[in-house]
């Protein structure tokens, strides 16, 4: 279950986010998958670059943050809704990056969401040797998406 917070001026479903967040969960929980919950914050460049600054030292606006909450899963049964963290996207900056490479505002919406949540599943690129990177181009073919956040900064 996705809870969508959308502080933005933008039309958003959380449908734009449903598949994704399914289909990931069931594949890297998959007997939690039907119980977990996850907040998506879409904000602005001043927001983001406040809490990126509060929870992460890092004195500037990002495009995506994660924030997992590192529950002990296998000692919660299954009937219960687990919320596993917070997904925080930067609509203002994937609205620009969305113009400059050429492709919809819903398909950058999607590479940053995929990017937050395999940090919510424990992936991180910064350390994990190019796990992340392949798990990403998957689910990126996979949802017949544009060339993903990683590949973009590499």
Not at 11 to 20: G, M, R, T, W
Not at 62 to 70: I, K
Not at 98 to 112: I, N, P, Q, V
């Amino acid at each position: 279950m996705l809870e969508l917070e959308n502080l933005s001026p933008y039309e958003l479903d959380s449908k734009v986010f449903d598949e994704i967040f399914a289909t990931l969960a069931t594949t890297y929980m998959p007997s939690l998958a039907p119980n977990l919950c996850l907040e998506v914050l879409i904000t602005d460049s001043a927001h983001i670059h406040e809490i990126n600054k509060t929870y992460r030292d890092q004195d500037k606006p990002t495009d995506v943050l994660s924030f997992p909450l590192g529950v002990e899963y296998a000692d919660v049964p299954t009937q219960c809704i687990l919320s596993i963290g917070s997904v925080v996207i930067n609509i203002e900056l994937a609205s620009k990056v969305a113009r400059e490479l050429g492709h919809t505002l819903e398909d950058e919406l999607k590479l940053l969401f995929i990017h937050g949540l395999l940090h919510i599943f424990g992936f991180d690129h910064e350390i994990d040797d190019g796990a992340q990177r392949r798990e990403e181009c998957k689910w990126i073919e996979q949802f017949h998406l544009p060339k993903s956040l990683i590949e973009r900064n590499l």
